[in-house]
């Protein structure tokens, strides 16, 4: 099973991007995506942009991984 994270493009520099997720930016290759521009959402999978995603349905996956991730924090703080 693979696990792909959605991102926001904030930066990009040839076929390098930063991209930006709950406060973390990363560097990842745009050489799948060439067309992606900065402010758009891409599908990231092992430092890939893999796809460009719309704007909401990427708003909704981040807002479902920050939501595990509050989930996850209370429960080891419970433990």
């Known amino acids: ?5 959605t991102a926001k493009v904030v930066k990009i520099d040839g076929q390098k991007a930063d991209v930006e997720f709950d406060g973390v930016t990363q560097a990842v290759s745009i050489a799948m995506t060439p067309e992606v521009k900065i402010g758009e959402y891409v599908m990231i999978h092992a430092g890939f942009a893999i796809s460009i995603i719309e704007r909401e349905q990427a708003e909704e996956t981040m807002n479902l991984f920050i ?3 509050k989930m ?3 429960e080891l703080r419970d433990a």
């Open 72 to 74: 996850m924090e209370e």
């Open 1 to 5: 099973m693979c696990l792909g994270i």
């Open 67 to 69: 939501e595990i991730k």
